[in-house]
Structures are given as structure tokens and as C-alpha cells.
């Protein structure tokens, strides 16, 4: 199997967590989206030219990080389990890993982007938006971990494969510090030997963009 990633993309991250915790194997491609001819060399694998892509064996593709945590998940049968076999216990972990592609990751990437760039050109609409909505998703996601250990259940699931790397970005960008449920979930899902093995790797990358931030 090889893996398309990069370091830097949390939707990589997600499903780098995932192989971590289900310690399964997998030839590594590095791709610099930055970089113009890799781009382009990408894109001719995969046209829309995201990442992360899987590619199998038998040269099958599986874009989109969900579909490959869940391709991972059911191929790999060792625990974790990702996505609970339990339908509703299933269905509640992707939803919390929808809920935190859509309405955490992406208004904390806008953060990031608008951060990039001198004041004047900011957008602060944007900006706002996405505290707005980075808020609400917070006061969501501390109300879930109230009643549950993990966000997806009281398992470790798909869910937290989603949140993690993006709490590590956003916690810079929109501190977390006062939502207690939330904090006490990251002060143990921050320690897992998957995510302390991602960031080791993932340092040099993002310490190149990000500097001190
Ligand atoms: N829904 C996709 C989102 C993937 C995505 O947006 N990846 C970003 C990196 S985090 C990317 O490849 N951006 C490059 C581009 O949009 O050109 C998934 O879950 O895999």
C-alpha cells in the first residue's frame, strides 16, 4: 500500500494517525503541493491533486481521508477499531469526524492561511466566520467530551484520528485552555504513542512554515 501525504495537511495527519494506531504498514510519498512540477506530477495520479490518497496493491485508488481510515479500519482488523461495528455507536464516531472536517479543520486552515499573510490583506470577515464557528464547535465538542471519554464514544475511534491533528494547529490560533472537558481529553490524547510518533515526524515540516507559532 502506499501513502500520499504530506506532513503539513491535517487531513494526512488523520490518516497517519490511524496506520499509527493500527500499527499497519505502508510505503511513504512525500508530495510538496508548494511545489509547483510535484504538483503536477501529482495531479496526474490523482486529477484532484488532494491529499492524502491511498493507493493499493492492486493500483486501486482510495482518496478522501475518511474513506481511507474506514478502508484501513474494516482491512485491518486489529484494535483499534475505528468505526465502532455497533451502528449507532458507528454512526456517532463519523459524525464527530464529519463534524470535525467541516466545522473545525477548515475554519482553523482558514486561520492559519489569513495568518500567512500582511495585516492589510487579511480578511477579516473570514476571520471572524471562523472564530465564530471554531467557538461553537468548541462548546459542541466540550459538551460531547462532558458525558464521553473520547469524542466519538468511549472508545478511541475515527473521531479523535480527526480531532487531534487539528487541535494541535488550532489550540495556537483559538486556545482551548478554558473548555475543561476539552483540555482533559487533549492532555491524554496528546500523550498516545501514534500522535507523539506523528509530531516527532511531522516537527522539521512544520516548524519550516509555522515558526515559533
Ligand atoms: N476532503 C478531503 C480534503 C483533503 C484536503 O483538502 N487536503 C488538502 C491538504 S490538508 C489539500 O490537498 N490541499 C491542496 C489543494 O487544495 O490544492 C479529505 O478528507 O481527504
Not at 96 to 113: A, G, T
Amino acid at each position: 500500500m502506499d501513502l500520499y501525504f504530506s506532513y503539513l495537511s491535517t487531513y494526512s495527519q488523520k490518516v497517519l494517525i490511524a496506520l499509527y494506531e493500527k500499527d499497519v504498514s505502508f510505503t511513504p510519498h512525500l508530495v510538496d503541493l508548494s511545489d509547483p512540477a510535484a504538483k503536477e506530477e501529482y495531479t496526474k495520479l490523482y486529477p484532484f491533486g488532494k491529499l492524502p490518497l491511498l493507493v493499493r496493491d492492486d493500483s486501486r485508488m482510495i482518496p478522501e481521508s475518511s474513506i481511507i481510515v474506514e478502508f484501513i479500519d474494516t482491512h485491518f482488523e486489529q484494535e483499534p477499531i475505528l468505526i465502532p461495528r455497533d451502528p449507532e455507536l458507528g454512526r456517532r464516531a463519523r459524525f464527530m469526524d464529519r463534524m470535525c472536517d467541516l466545522y473545525l479543520n477548515d475554519p482553523v486552515v482558514s486561520l492559519i492561511f489569513e495568518s500567512w499573510k500582511p495585516e492589510n490583506e487579511q480578511n477579516r470577515e473570514l476571520i471572524s466566520k471562523s472564530s465564530e464557528r471554531i467557538g461553537t464547535m468548541y462548546r459542541f465538542m466540550d459538551d460531547q467530551l462532558g458525558s464521553s471519554q473520547y469524542l466519538g464514544g468511549d472508545t478511541f475511534s475515527i473521531a479523535d484520528c480527526s480531532a487531534i491533528p487539528v487541535l494541535f494547529y488550532a489550540n495556537s490560533f483559538a486556545p482551548f485552555g478554558g473548555f475543561d472537558n476539552i483540555f482533559r481529553y487533549w492532555e491524554e490524547v496528546s500523550m498516545r504513542p501514534s500522535f507523539v510518533r506523528l509530531k516527532q515526524e511531522a516537527e522539521p515540516y512544520i516548524q519550516a512554515v509555522m515558526g515559533d507559532r
